[in-house]
């Protein structure tokens, strides 16, 4: 049995919606007179707005009806109940749909967690810390981070909730990576500050992302040409007018390959028009049992799901708000939109101008375009996380993190402790929110990792429960 210290430590790096979450759920389920001590290392001011709801982007708008969405998955209306009795919706016309539903700025959200934490914050029960972790280290039993400024502290359990890395600059852009011309990373603060109104507009990549940019061009009066490329040409979908309950069942027997999984939801969705009901509540469906789906296939069938079939996947699963699509809507009626299956084959500065060269998908031709300005919105280089932050390069280095084996995050076990290079479990060390949906599958927006933040928040009380049990058995020897 595992000992740890008198007062056992848990480290949360990352204080971002998952790591926040993590802190609160551990803090509800130890409760008050369970002495553990959770420190959470995050740099920005306030924990749980990480780089989704820390945004003063009056465009970005969350993505998933207010009241799906709450740091509590037994009271999934807390969130939408907040807006009421903070009366933010008084303040904001533009927050409901024609419908009536709540859609809310995405720093909303970021206040109501916020709010939510703020008093575990003021008690002690949960300490944040400032600090951007750069080494992690494992010495007799128990892990050393090292922050920024040289500060050692020592844990006896670490949770790893960190963000996604930046998208990586597509090959063809790489002349073009140092001028201020292209915007590497649109989701700064000062990303799009650069743009004139009038400005000439590429942007490389079609899903949420793309459309946030599109949204918040609009939002400062942008009215320039804008082209949008992907290989596939999709672009995100919206919500239903009106909602629709979860239909279809792919859990009773198991789905093993993932052709048998892509002819199921063909067949339900056929079956849900014979009904009157739209393509939304399948895909919800899908959604709700997805990580059931996920644990059934095999690892060669997950990872063709994420090589073949993501891109249609993202587009229809990460929904944009009716006001976001509204925006992209009016922009394509009159033009100033175009959405092409494409991609970048060259690029050239010729004076104040890009010249780009696009490969349009069916076509032999280049089709030539000019612009003055080039966003990336490819998404996370996912592919990259071991790389993105020296300590987890460090972890890596040692062995003790490896990336999983679909691309899409770090490896761990069901229980989300990490899985070393050698195959084997470590169970001090783990793994929260999105980086961890290589093994759980769907874990990239509420509820879902509301409730993986539940779950480790459980799994870490479990294996404090067996140390604390170790220490009496030790004591009455």
């Not at 945004?55 to 807390?78: C, G, Q, S």
């Not at 904001?92 to 575990?120: I, Q, W």
């Not at 201020?180 to 992302?209: E, F, H, K, M």
């Not at 890596?396 to 770090?410: S, W």
Request: net charge positive; proline share 5%; with cysteine.
């Amino acid at each position: 049995m595992r000992k740890f210290a008198p007062v056992p430590v848990v480290a949360i790096i990352g204080g971002g919606f998952s790591g926040a979450a993590v802190a609160l759920h551990l803090t509800r389920i130890l409760g008050a007179e369970r002495r553990v001590r959770i420190v959470v290392f995050e740099p920005r001011a306030r924990l749980g707005a990480g780089l989704a709801y820390d945004t003063a982007e009056p465009a970005h708008r969350i993505n998933v009806p207010a009241f799906k969405m709450a740091l509590y998955p037994d009271e999934p209306e807390d969130f939408a109940e907040y807006l009421i009795r903070a009366d933010i919706l008084a303040a904001d016309p533009g927050a409901c749909s024609a419908g009536g539903t709540a859609y809310p700025r995405r720093s909303v959200f970021g206040d109501y967690v916020a709010a939510e934490l703020a008093p575990r914050l003021a008690s002690g029960a949960i300490e944040h810390r400032h600090k951007r972790v750069r080494k992690v280290t494992r010495s007799k039993g128990r892990w050393t981070l090292r922050s920024e400024d040289g500060e050692a502290f020592v844990a006896d359990i670490v949770v790893l909730a960190v963000t996604h890395p930046a998208p990586s600059l597509p090959k063809a852009l790489l002349p073009l990576s140092s001028s201020p011309r292209v915007v590497a990373d649109s989701t700064r603060a000062d990303a799009l500050d650069g743009i004139a109104q009038t400005d000439r507009v590429l942007i490389v990549g079609n899903g949420l992302t793309a459309a946030d940019v599109v949204a918040a061009l609009a939002e400062r009066g942008h009215r320039g040409p804008i082209v949008s490329i992907s290989r596939h040409g999709l672009r995100s979908r919206g919500h239903p007018v009106d909602a629709q309950e979860p239909f279809g069942d792919f859990v009773s027997v198991p789905i093993t390959r993932a052709s048998e999984l892509l002819r199921r939801i063909r067949q339900t969705l056929r079956i849900a028009r014979q009904q009157g009901l739209s393509w939304h509540p399948v895909i919800d469906a899908v959604r709700a049992q997805g990580q059931q789906i996920w644990q059934a296939l095999p690892i060669v069938e997950r990872r063709r799901i994420a090589r073949l079939a993501r891109a249609y996947w993202d587009v229809h699963r990460f929904r944009i708000a009716p006001q976001v699509e509204t925006v992209l809507d009016q922009a394509v009626e009159n033009g100033r939109l175009e959405i092409l299956a494409a991609s970048i084959a060259s690029v050239a500065i010729d004076g104040g101008e890009i010249k780009a060269e696009l490969r349009q998908r069916g076509r032999d031709a280049l089709r030539s375009i000019v612009v003055d300005a080039i966003v990336v919105t490819t998404g996370p280089a996912h592919g990259e996380i071991l790389k993105s932050q020296s300590f987890l390069s460090g972890l890596e280095r040692a062995g003790a993190l490896t990336l999983c084996q679909t691309g899409l995050g770090i490896a761990c076990d069901l229980h989300a402790r990490a899985v070393d290079e050698n195959g084997r479990v470590d169970p001090t060390l783990f793994i929260a929110g999105p980086l961890a949906r290589g093994t759980f599958g769907e874990l990239m927006g509420l509820p879902q990792v509301t409730e993986h933040a539940v779950f480790v928040a459980r799994q870490i009380e479990t294996l404090l429960s067996r140390g604390e049990a170790n220490r009496l058995q030790a004591g009455a020897g």
